[in-house]
């Protein structure tokens, strides 16, 4: 059964149009990634140069490409690395990122304040310019580009909690979970993360 919270979370969230078809769409994405070898109608890197660059038509709804590969089989196939590095990414960036913001911020001046400047020089660069010094230096691969890609959301995630436990570790709840012998890390994800993680999940979803 779900408690009181929960039934006025879902009631809330049924009743909000534009989360709900954001959730559908975001579950249709998922289901045609997951269904690709199903639902694509062609091998997405066949070709066939007597189909090439064929306008939309019923035995190809999106055309083809110069090659005479299907569009929509491609668009299909390509969901799966879509999600993948969206997904990963952002994931890695929310875990390292959210860990170095609020541990700088707990840490004092010094310490926190040397992680923090660090994480704004490297802001100073535009994100392609930063991914492609990263690239560069990991090499190619899609497993590469989840990483360079989490390594440019590290950033951003880092100056979020940051900002978030700065304004949150000298509040009263904070003073009495130390009063009774918490310290470190236990205070960080008993007290504090539970407090920012909203945040965090919100701007991750639109990161």
């Given at each position: 059964m779900l408690s009181d919270l929960h039934q006025r979370q879902l009631r809330a969230?049924?009743?909000?149009r534009v989360a709900v078809i954001g959730a559908v769409m975001s579950l249709l994405l998922i289901l045609v990634a997951l269904l690709a070898e199903t639902l694509s109608p062609y091998d997405p890197v066949e070709q066939n140069v007597f189909y090439r660059l064929t306008p939309p038509e019923l035995s190809h709804p999106f055309g083809t490409d110069s090659y005479g590969r299907d569009i929509l089989s491609r668009i299909i196939w390509g969901s799966r690395i879509s999600l993948a590095v969206g997904i990963g990414s952002v994931a890695l960036g929310m875990v390292l990122g959210s860990f170095l913001g609020m541990i700088a911020a707990f840490k004092g001046e010094k310490m926190g304040g040397?992680?923090?400047?660090?994480?704004?020089?490297?802001l100073c660069f535009p994100a392609e310019i930063l991914a492609i010094m990263v690239l560069?230096?990991?090499g190619q691969g899609l497993d590469k580009l989840i990483i360079t890609i989490g390594i440019v959301m590290t950033l951003r995630f880092a100056r979020l909690s940051y900002g978030s436990t700065l304004s949150l570790k000298e509040r009263e709840y904070i003073e009495a979970a130390r009063s009774i012998g918490a310290r470190?890390?236990?205070i960080l994800f008993r007290y504090i993360l539970p407090n920012i993680l909203g945040e965090i999940l919100v701007m991750s979803s639109l990161w």
């Open positions: 969230f049924w009743r909000n040397g992680i923090m400047r660090a994480v704004d020089i490297l560069v230096v990991l470190g890390f236990r």
